[in-house]
């Protein structure tokens, strides 16, 4: 059975620095059975957990805000680059729909299916691209390196960081589906999973459940100290886009303001926001860090909330994907349809424009000029399929004969052969 005067020993220990083992030693020598030395320890870090709190808001923003004081240099080079790699892709994407044009005006066709290649390689590379920039700027925040040296040193380190934050998303994605609460609870558990991947090396699950353990106890107090951050810099943004509104009533240098705050806005959310928002979630990781040093294991429920939330994550994925997929055959099967059964049709239709044309040489002695003539005395079918330019009509002889062919396979024809009279044309 434990009593306060052991929890108070094991408190007095550690705070003298003493390791867990060596106070279990001791506790042992002294006549301590083990299960009451677990249970102690047990509540001594709940007892410490719940009287340790987090330093003050204007205490975070002000540690944050002399962070990005020190490094707004190195981390404005590691956006700036960013932002050519980015400006890069788009203009690898245009020159390759050049190509796709030329290619295209070459073989007389539209080649749209590179065209969905083109646009899947250009979000596979934005994708690449802010994966490398993300860490690289995070890696600075946390590490303090230089521009060149942040993207050199991870540079191998994307494609982990790309899969941690695919996880993360599709565990809060899963956790909004099982009625969005669970949603917001894991997206404040996953809030220091990219430092953890860059500081503590570990990747994947192991880092969602480690930033679980370090929320733990602490979901609202870190709930409410990580709001600040998006509320202020939201509520900067809103006054750069009321200052593009107000433009309006400049007259005549609407134009220039207008452009001015646009250029102002853009670097804003470009420049400082990415930077300012990883120094304070860097700030706010150190701290729930620093009062986490004691190990404890990731419950049983906390796994089975993250799994179950990255199954639903995966689920909506696969099931997305399965839409597109279906959607695409769809409009795949659709189109072979309108390419199959009109010209299925037009060949029925060709034998009854032949008798619509037979009719019209019968009454008038020549056939028309222009396949339209045969309009009045023509069926429906025939009208749509003459209306809608579904033959390449030509008289032969002076009108005693004619070829009528398919417009989509002009090698399918029919060609009149009545004997050619010597007299003159008679009127229509």
Partial sequence: MITDELIDFIHEQRKRGKAKAEIVSLLSRAGWHQLDIEEAFSETDRKRRTTQTLPPVDVLVGEALALYQTEYKRLSGILFIAFL???????????????????????????????????????????????????????????????????????????PFLWLTILSSLATLGGMFLLIIPGIIISVWLLFIQFIYINEGKSGVAALYQSREYVRGRWGEVAGKFIVMPIVLGA?????????????????????????????????????????????????????????????????????LLGGSLAAGFAILFLIVGIIYGAIVTLKSGKMLTEILPYQTSRETLTLVQADLATYYNRHGLYPDYLVQVLPAAGQADRNAISQGMFLYTTLDGGQNYKLCLQREQSVCLVSHQPVKTKSRQLQ
């Fill in 85 to 159: 790699m980015r400006i890069g892709s788009f203009g690898l994407a245009f020159a390759g729909l050049i190509f796709i044009g030329l290619f295209g005006v070459i073989v007389n066709t539209s080649p749209a299916w590179l065209i969905v290649v083109l646009l899947l390689l250009l979000g596979g590379l934005l994708l690449f691209v802010g994966s490398w920039s993300d860490i690289a700027l995070l890696t600075s925040i946390s590490q303090k390196t230089r521009v060149w040296e942040s993207y050199r040193k991870t540079r191998l380190q994307i494609f």
């Fill in 236 to 304: 900067i943004s809103i006054l750069f886009y009321v200052g593009i509104s107000l433009t309006d009533f400049l007259g005549s240098h609407k134009l220039l303001f207008n452009g001015l705050f646009s250029i102002l806005a853009y670097l804003f959310s470009t420049l400082i926001v990415p930077a300012f928002a990883g120094a304070y979630t860097y700030t706010l990781y150190k701290h729930v860090k620093r009062q986490n040093i004691l190990p404890r294991g990731t419950t049983k429920r906390s796994k089975w």
